[in-house]
């Protein structure tokens, strides 16, 4: 898979490439089945016609330039793990547009001349809800006016679950709210975290439960404290485990407000400080909690144990 990264109005496609793309739009914050049902489509055209399948996405969050948002934003999946799931749903490229005010400001017009027609893009499938151009004033109908016949178009219905629309805000709610069962279903596989193993203040192993602490990869969104049913990816290997976020009530000062994201991996004894590490999150078990003790502490952390275990013998 190819990925292409353009801006406007310094690097624009002209020299990038001459195949022809049915083309998939949208930001695409966690890949999940609304926007895989764009993607299909997409895919679905793309081999009709016998030309490439791209989706074409946006750097950094549109918010971030138009809300005038100071503070971080905190994606589903960060630029890199969206290339890797788009990567495995067998897209041929991918277009990263880098999201300026400068880009903001284009008529829907000029959008499409420059990204869509100079792109050499044959077909266009979108939502039903997406917009585009200054102030977000395009909408499908005008996507189809504005091709001049150069595109064909298709717009994908509202996908929803339980009712209601499938959309990167709702999984946002969800993580907020720990209900990683509802994320997953959302997502259509396990919400994902990345991240490098650091040194953390040694006691797990002490209390017998050694962790894994776990930095993630800048912008990723954290879900809610807690303790989780996971699946960690070490050097290649999955293995289960139990995974705390929180702030360690039971040793820490409640006002040293330093979150920490750590696994208690089954089965597994090795040092990997420094790995990179993936965890897959499927079910959050309960809330962090003030224990009296370390004695305490380990009693819950056994029938945590025995809950995961329970969880995946059954999964
Ligand atoms: C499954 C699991 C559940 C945990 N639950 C709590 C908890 O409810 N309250 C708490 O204060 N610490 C909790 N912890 C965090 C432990 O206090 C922590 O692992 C221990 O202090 C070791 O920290 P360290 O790795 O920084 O040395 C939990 C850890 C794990 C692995
Ligand atoms: N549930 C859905 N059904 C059909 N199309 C969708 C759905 N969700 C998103 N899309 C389409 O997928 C593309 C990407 O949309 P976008 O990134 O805005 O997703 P979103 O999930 O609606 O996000 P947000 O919650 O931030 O509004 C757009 O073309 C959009 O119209």
């Known amino acids: 898979m190819e990925v292409y990264h353009v801006s406007y109005p310094n690097h624009l496609f002209k ?3 001459n195949d022809a ?8 914050d966690g890949v999940h089945t609304g926007h ?14 016998n030309i490439k399948t791209a989706v074409m996405t946006f750097d950094p969050h ?13 994606y589903i999946t960060p630029l890199e793990q969206k290339i890797e ?6 897209v041929d490229a991918v277009f990263v547009v880098r999201f300026t005010s400068d880009f903001a400001r284009l008529t829907p017009a000029e959008f499409i001349e420059s990204f869509i027609k100079q792109a050499n893009v044959k077909h266009v499938t979108a939502g039903f809800d997406f917009s585009f151009g200054a102030f977000g004033k395009g909408t499908m109908e005008d996507m ?25 805000t709702r999984i946002r709610e969800e993580l907020k709210a720990g209900n990683m069962e509802n994320v997953k279903e959302l997502l259509g596989r396990p919400f994902m975290l990345s991240g490098v193993v650091v040194h953390g203040d040694k006691r797990g192993r002490t209390i017998d439960f050694p962790t894994a602490n776990i930095q993630p990869t800048e912008g990723q969104f954290t879900p809610a404290t807690g303790v989780y049913a996971v699946k960690i990816r070490v050097q290649e290997k999955w293995y289960y485990g139990v995974c705390n976020v929180g702030y360690k009530p039971t040793f820490n000062n409640p006002d040293e407000k330093r979150l920490s994201i750590e696994v208690h991996i089954f089965d597994f004894n090795q040092s990997i400080y420094g790995e990179e590490v993936v965890v897959h999150w499927y079910k959050r078990i309960r809330s962090e909690q003030k224990f009296n003790g370390i004695d305490e502490l380990k009693a819950q952390i056994t029938k945590d144990k025995l809950v995961a275990i329970d969880y995946f013998g059954q999964a």
């Open 144 to 168: 189809e006016q504005l091709s001049e016949g150069k595109y064909t178009v298709t717009v994908v219905g509202k996908q929803e679950l339980s009712g209601e629309k499938i959309s990167s």
């Open 62 to 74: 549109p918010s971030l330039v138009l809300g005038g948002r100071k503070e971080q934003i905190f």
């Open 36 to 49: 895989q049902a764009v993607i299909q489509e997409a895919l679905y055209k793309g081999k009709e016609r």
């Open 21 to 28: 793309y049915a083309l998939a739009i949208g930001f695409f």
């Open 15 to 17: 020299n990038e490439t």
């Open 85 to 90: 799931v788009l990567k495995e749903l067998q």
